[in-house]
């Protein structure tokens, strides 16, 4: 059978749109079944809030149910191991976070490699933290603390919820950028660190704005600083970096599918993120944490990830830290 040259050119020209076709398509189609957002820690902490904001916006947006699902263990590993071994189709997503990029250098051998198995999909958040001391510190400023700290060194606890936390991590990198020698004392979790810092059995701490602010208005704990620019919540309070050039410590959260996930999938779950984080009921939850909206494409999000992991492979190598 001879095809007249109108007739091939037609259907090749149908040949080359197929592609184009199908991706649209499966872009239109998605999601086909409930998704689940896996978070890596326990319920009502930082990463589970951001799950469980983005999750009831991604359900009315998209037509089926986001469904967050815990996954504990070993500092947010099995839930990124879990992510890992899903299938590449969009239906199972992750909360990623400062810890992700932290295990990628403080833990030598995992199943998975975090740069190379993930999909990044959007940012949605930076939390910073604030330097606390107990009051029995007689520093007020942060400049007032190096030199208290370094007129004693090695005798000034730096308290945290476990090593690898952000919370260490902001303390090490402080340690390293200011010259200054505290001994840290790793507590299983953030709770029973503050309250053996408000109790004076440690003296200082990195924490989340909203678990200290009570203790700050009541003089239970001081507040020296944030670890970056002025926050809304905390206007009176400078930044480290404004006394300690170039220190900047921004815990992020944001969400990633597995490697391979179709392009047209992970642009249209960036879409609908970033319009969630206008949204204002999101951005007021959002901003009783001190937090900040993040904005942005899967390329952006990406770069973040791969500049954090550098960071802070820097630092977990000058510390010397171990994994618990």
């Known amino acids: 059978m ?19 076709v199908s991706r649209v398509a499966r872009a239109q189609t998605y999601p086909s079944r409930p998704v689940r957002i896996i978070v890596g820690f326990a319920a009502g902490g930082a990463t589970d809030v951001v799950a469980r904001l983005i999750a009831p916006w991604l359900s009315d947006r998209l037509g089926q149910q986001f469904v967050v699902e815990n996954r504990i263990g070993a500092g947010g ?22 810890s992700d990029t932290v295990n990628a250098t403080l833990f030598e051998k995992l199943n998975f490699n975090f740069l190379r198995d993930i999909a990044p999909v959007a940012n949605i958040v930076r939390i910073p933290l604030v330097m606390v001391v107990n009051p029995s510190v007689p520093a007020k400023t942060v ?19 476990g090593s690898g936390t952000g919370p260490h991590l902001a303390g090490e990198l402080f340690k390293m950028m200011a010259g200054v020698n505290m001994v840290h004392v790793p507590y299983r979790g953030g709770a029973p660190a503050l309250t053996d810092l408000i109790g004076g059995q440690v003296q200082m701490m990195f924490i989340a704005p909203d678990l200290a602010i009570e203790y700050m208005r009541t003089g239970k704990l001081r507040a020296l600083a944030t670890t970056t620019a002025r926050q809304q919540g905390l206007p009176d309070l400078p930044s480290v970096g404004d006394f300690v050039q170039g220190y900047e410590m921004n815990p992020w959260f944001g969400i990633v599918a597995p490697k391979n996930t179709p392009a047209e999938i992970v ?58």
């Open 143 to 161: 400049p007032e603390f190096i030199a208290y700290a370094k007129a004693n060194p090695g005798k000034i606890s730096m308290a945290s919820g």
């Open 2 to 20: 001879t095809l007249h040259r109108r007739q091939f050119m037609h259907l090749a020209a149908s040949a080359a749109a197929l592609p184009i």
């Open 267 to 324: 642009d249209k779950l960036n879409s609908e993120i970033n319009a969630s984080l206008g949204d204002p009921k999101i951005k007021a939850r959002l901003a009783e944490f001190g937090g900040t909206a993040l904005v942005g494409s899967p390329a952006d999000f990406g770069k973040l990830i791969a500049d954090e992991t550098e960071k802070w492979g820097k630092v977990i190598r000058f510390a010397g830290i171990k994994a618990n």
């Open 77 to 98: 590993i099995v839930a990124t191991e879990a992510l890992v071994k899903s299938p590449a189709d969009g239906h199972s997503l992750l909360v990623a976070g400062i």
